[in-house]
């Protein structure tokens, strides 16, 4: 796991994920990137992942925004690319959502 991202429910943040440490060369191409509720295990990726602006691969780091979500879930967002010669890495982050 990368780390944890802590949010209210109406916040909306800007995330980011760099693979440098894993690439060696080349270029990354976005897999995925997804949620999942820690709690019940339901897909939340519609919920959680905004798609405007949509995640993006710049480089090395993935970028994407996080949304929504209700006060006390969890939720576990994963991002798989692909680098050019085949090589596929994945990042987990834990999103935890808390109403103050």
């Known amino acids: 796991m990368v780390g944890i991202l802590t949010k209210q429910p109406f916040e909306m943040i800007d995330c980011s ?17 997804t949620a999942q509720n820690m709690a019940t295990f339901a897909d939340t990726t519609a919920l959680v992942i905004a798609t405007n602006p949509a995640p993006s691969v710049t480089g090395t780091v993935v970028s994407f925004r996080v949304q929504a979500g209700n006060g006390g879930e969890n ?18 982050l834990q999103l935890s959502v808390t109403q103050q």
């Open 75 to 92: 939720h576990k967002i994963t991002v798989r690319v692909t680098q050019s010669n085949g090589d596929q890495f994945e990042a987990d």
């Open 17 to 33: 994920i760099d693979f440098a440490a894993d690439v060696s060369s080349g270029t990354l191409t976005l897999d995925s990137c």
